[in-house]
């Protein structure tokens, strides 16, 4: 993804866009982008066959743990502290029972060195001894999101405390450490009970093996799928294997996977066929084109997710059979088969496969109808743009706008005339849609014209989208406009021109670059500073000259960077940032604010807190986890109660997947002023789970995703801090443009 994550979007960008998960292809070409986003994913990547949206992390590397360890959240505090309300009470927290404060300090210890992802080797020790298993599990959480490998010896003795889901926490902390020397005690932990009597810590324990990946999870992952038959009944320890076994890479165990998905039980076929779709492997092509005509509605949905033109030509294998077995799956009774089908369609570039699509666009469910429109426009051809057109006169946004976008990827030159009348519309998104058209079709010269719109969300895109085109041809002469445009009011605009520059570093631009960054300094989010900063580096990288320039120019003179995706980015590419910048730190009290209200209620079993959100299809009721992501919920709820949400729309729906929101600008790229860091934990993405979009990672702010339907893949990378109850089938109706009227307690 979510693929695009789940946060902020932007397709073209050099950097995924912020929303979007965890995150099709053909948005950019579907429109799995998050921000341009669950992915929230702050760029959409889509497999090139607009197979399964994907989630894009946009901050990419690794970067030492202790070199910044300050909380990132002064925004959040502010939120916290009481900003007048509009319109709404402040509920205060009423005075916890005097013994409680000794929890209460504990737990905010913990969420302060979780939050700073500082290795605080006496506080943890402290929770995970603590009597409290509550307090146990909150530590044993923080230790694995703190990411320090001098976390292991402390979490492999929990994986015997005496509280199951104590060490279920502890082996799910482990998996985010990643650490080989954690793979034998995992192992031994599943080994530890009957086969038949494997519970949850047995189960993370198989997870955790899976992420840490490498020959020496492999390898156990192998024996514990070793020890069960496909013919026989399988264990849950061997079940979760084959759901997780996808996560290996290249070191997954193909031959044995191919076996599973023969099983008798469709829930163990399921998993199989799962993880071989997922991992993509020509060796796996006849047995995804025979999973497709499965008895179990789940394992078709799990082979078409996973089966594209290029993998089946990779095999050898006749594009055409392909194309007979997937329509009928067209016809399928379930949407989300219907959905899967289609991209698996589009993958294959058939035009003899139009007249089987068409129909679809007309599709009762939305969802269905919009993937009809993408694979017509990744199809293309006289039959596929007549299709489409006819689809321009829609009263629904959403359809309407793939209607165009993929007339302009099946015929440009139809497009591109279709587009003209969106780009001349008073509403700036149809205006953006009509970038986004021109961006299909390759029209340089009409997004060029666009650059001059008042709207600068209509700019970026069409920036966007020259950026693409320029990038695929090599051709640096957008770079004269790109320093223009630096000085943008638009802080996107900003963005994606310093994205531009990066592409070609100019010792001449520094100036201009560290302008651009100071400008940035009161922006609402973070990325023309960090755009800034990535270009920067580019420069710095091209040599002494650069890296004297930079230094000179730029690091000697700017204030220190408050925020600390900035100070992250900037160290990695400058060694000595962290000394010209030095370490800021946070408030106790924030985080005893945080841990009385939410955490201790949580652990102590107290109702979990439950929002409203009210939609122009109807009504969703979403109860909160502050137990699993305090401060996220802490955060959600502050925005909640000042009605920060209350008429955005939908920008962001991408069928049998996600749909996004809690963006003020409606494209993808705003967010609350803020920051938040990722608090990663073992609720699984199942349908109606809400996540965090994100643009890489500790990105999180105000935009989140809610899932269609089970995805497997975002466990334990986007923050879970809420999940749909009741009935969900408002979910399935939502459209990208519809409006949301309400988030209320």
């Known amino acids: 993804m979510i693929s695009c994550s789940p946060r902020r979007t932007r397709c073209a960008s050099s950097r995924a866009v912020k929303k979007g998960l965890p995150p099709p292809a053909a948005e950019c070409a579907s429109e799995l982008a998050t921000r341009h986003l669950p992915a929230n994913g702050r760029g959409c990547s889509a497999s090139a066959e607009g197979a399964e949206p994907r989630l894009q992390p946009r901050i990419t590397g690794t970067t030492s743990t202790r070199l910044f360890q300050q909380p990132i ?53 402290e929770g ?55 793979v034998d005690p995992l192992l031994a932990t599943v080994r530890g009970r009957a086969p038949d009597q494997q519970d949850l810590p047995q189960l993370e324990a198989v997870t955790a093996l899976a992420k840490i ?147 679809l666009a007309s599709d009762a469910d939305v969802g269905v109808a919009v993937q009809a429109e993408t694979t017509l426009g990744a199809i293309g051809g006289t039959a596929a743009a007549q299709a ?36 001349g519309d008073p509403d700036w998104r149809w205006r953006s849609v009509a970038a986004e058209a021109y961006d299909a079709a390759g029209s340089r010269v009409r997004l060029e014209a666009l650059l001059a719109d008042p709207d600068g969300r209509v700019v970026a895109r069409a920036l966007q989208g020259l950026q693409r085109i320029v990038t695929d041809s090599g051709d640096a002469a957008l770079s004269g406009r790109a320093r223009e445009l630096l000085a943008h009011a638009d802080p996107a605009v900003r963005s994606v021109a310093a994205d531009l520059l990066t592409r070609h570093p100019d010792l001449d631009d520094v100036d201009r670059l560290a302008q651009a960054y100071a400008r940035a300094a009161g922006d609402p989010f973070d990325d023309a500073r960090l755009s800034a900063v ?22 000697a003179r700017v204030p220190k960077a408050d925020d600390y995706l900035v100070r992250r980015l900037a160290a990695d590419t400058f060694p000595d940032a962290a000394e010209a910048w030095g370490v800021r730190g946070g408030g ?34 979403v109860e909160l986890l502050p137990g699993e992501a305090p401060l996220t919920v802490a955060a959600f709820l502050a925005l909640v109660d000042r009605r920060f949400f209350d008429g955005f729309r939908w920008h962001r729906v991408v069928p049998n997947f996600v749909v996004q929101d809690g963006d003020p600008r409606g494209d993808g790229w705003g967010g609350p002023g803020f920051v938040l860091r990722d608090e990663v934990n073992p609720v699984r993405y199942e ?6 979009a994100l643009s890489g990672p500790d990105t999180g702010g105000s935009q989140y995703f809610i899932t269609h339907s089970p995805q497997p893949h975002l466990d334990g990378i986007y923050t879970v801090f809420g999940r749909v109850v009741g009935d969900a089938r408002v979910l399935q109706l939502i459209a990208q443009g519809d409006r949301i009227r309400s988030i209320h307690r």
């Open 687 to 692: 349908t109606g789970t809400m996540g965090m």
């Open 73 to 125: 959240r002064t925004a959040l505090l502010l939120l916290l502290a009481g900003a007048p309300l509009r319109g709404v009470a402040q509920q205060p927290a009423a005075a916890p029972p005097q013994q409680d404060e000794a929890l209460v300090t504990v737990l905010a210890q913990l969420l302060a060195a979780s939050d700073a992802r500082r290795f605080d080797g006496a506080v943890l020790r």
């Open 588 to 621: 106790d009290a924030d985080y005893r604010d945080v841990a009385r209200r939410y955490l201790l209620p949580a652990i102590s079993g107290r109702p979990a807190p439950q929002v409203t959100i009210d939609t122009d299809r109807g009504s969703l009721t």
């Open 213 to 359: 990946g490498r020959t020496a999870g492999a390898r156990a992952l192998t024996v514990i799928l070793e020890s069960a038959s496909p013919g026989g009944d399988v264990p849950p320890a061997p079940s979760r294997a084959l759901l997780e076994a996808w996560r290996l890479g290249r070191r997954a165990p193909i031959a044995t996977l191919i076996r599973f998905a023969d099983a008798p039980d469709a829930l163990v076929r399921q998993r199989a066929v799962y993880s071989l779709a997922r991992l993509r492997t020509p060796a796996a092509v006849p047995t995804l084109i025979a999973a497709l005509q499965d008895r179990d509605p789940t394992v078709r949905e799990a082979a078409a997710r996973g089966i594209t033109g290029s993998l089946v030509d990779s095999a050898k294998a006749d594009r055409r059979a392909l194309g007979a077995r997937l329509q009928p799956l067209l016809q399928d009774r379930e949407p989300h088969m219907r959905i899967n089908a289609l991209r698996a369609v589009a993958s294959l570039r058939d035009t003899t496969l139009v007249g089987a699509v068409a129909p």
């Open 534 to 555: 990535a270009a920067l580096a580019a420069i710095a990288r091209g040599g002494v000259a650069g890296r004297l320039r930079v230094a000179n120019q730029f690091l």
């Open 128 to 182: 995970l001894q603590h009597p409290d298993p509550g307090v146990r599990r909150q530590a044993t959480l923080a230790a694995g999101r703190i990411g320090d490998p001098a976390a292991v010896n402390l979490l492999v003795p929990v994986l015997a405390d005496s509280t199951m889901v104590v060490r279920a926490a502890a082996a799910f902390a482990l998996g985010l450490l990643k650490d080989t020397l954690a």
């Open 388 to 423: 489409l057109q006819a689809r321009l006169t829609s009263q629904v946004f959403a359809l309407r706008r793939q209607a165009l976008i993929g007339l302009a990827q099946a015929d440009s030159a139809a497009g591109v005339a279709a587009a003209a009348t969106a780009a």
